[in-house]
């Protein structure tokens, strides 16, 4: 079914609305995924363990295998990013702005400009900044190591109900205009992340063809082949607890798709994802075409 139906899913994205209307038997990711051998990041180890449940591998930490626990560069979990007072603030600001309707089950909020990415054009369209709530948690980015210079060009509300079985299906975050640095910082509910490794089956997917262009550029190294070889078979949990910060880079952003399953929604979820330019758009050859976009980025306006 690929017209767009009034749940806001089209193609294969469904909701749990839209497999009830129209009858849409949709297999389940977790089930496949519980085929694979399961490891969870443990936060304070910054190493994957063995395990499915998240909240089971932090809690048991101290007992913890260091040596044989599984790194994956490219990943950073930061807890009590915002403090539980800016949470439900801005909770409360982001729902005095208009909610539009989003694939699986979510709802969004989308500042930033208008991309085509099949065809690779980028173009202002209405972008004229971001809602001046949400200024100081962009600033906030300077003060993490990693985030320095990270100048946000989208910043996209989502979130996730559970009674509509709300998720997002594996993928890679576009290639050709969003850059390394995939941030998210959770103002509402906990969830995981789930990540698998990536094979590529079709040329130009995600556009990750482009990568090469700036690959010496990457705050980690991508893996080679035979360092990839350990990820096979394997399912990677990453927990997203409440009011953290999350970035993903390197490896982790690049040769793995990433998901958020149903399943691991249980109550309702907002959080706000931040996107910058790849570097041809900061210092390459499309960088006037980017200019426009950085220059509407700097403006806060104030919510009326």
Not at 208 to 221: N, W
Not at 223 to 245: D, H, T
Request: aromatic share 10%; with cysteine; charged share 25%.
């Amino acid at each position: 079914m690929n017209t767009i139906r009034p749940c806001g899913c089209k193609g294969v994205r469904t909701c749990l609305s839209c497999e009830q209307d129209f009858q849409i038997a949709k297999p389940s990711l977790q089930e496949q995924f519980r085929q694979l051998e399961a490891w969870s990041y443990c936060v304070h180890c910054e190493l994957f363990q063995p395990g499915w449940d998240t909240k089971e591998v932090q809690e048991s930490h101290s007992n913890h295998d260091q040596e044989n626990g599984l790194p994956l560069p490219g990943i950073l979990v930061q807890e009590k990013f915002i403090s539980a007072e800016e949470g439900a603030q801005l909770i409360n600001d982001l729902d005095d702005l208009p909610w539009d309707i989003s694939q699986s089950g979510r709802r969004k909020q989308n500042f930033g400009p208008k991309t085509n990415f099949k065809k690779r054009k980028l173009q202002v369209g209405n972008f004229a900044g971001f809602p001046s709530t949400t200024e100081y948690v962009q600033r906030r980015f300077e003060d993490v190591p990693l985030l320095r210079g990270f100048q946000t060009i989208e910043q996209c509300s989502l979130e996730y109900e559970p009674s509509k079985g709300a998720s997002i299906d594996p993928h890679v975050d576009d290639c050709w205009i969003w850059g390394e640095r995939v941030v998210t910082v959770n103002c509402l509910g906990d969830a995981v992340l789930t990540l698998t490794p990536y094979e590529l089956q079709q040329a130009g997917k995600y556009n990750l063809d482009l990568v090469e262009e700036y690959q010496k550029e990457l705050l980690a190294p991508l893996l080679e082949e035979e360092q990839l070889v350990r990820y096979k078979g394997k399912v990677l949990r990453i927990p997203m607890p409440n009011l953290s910060l999350i970035v993903l880079y390197g490896p982790a952003r690049y040769q793995f798709e990433h998901s958020v399953l149903r399943e691991d929604v249980e109550e309702r979820r907002v959080c706000i994802a931040y996107r910058e330019f790849t570097p041809m758009y900061i210092n390459g050859e499309d960088r006037i075409k980017g200019d426009p976009v950085r220059e509407k980025s700097l403006i806060f306006w104030e919510i009326k």
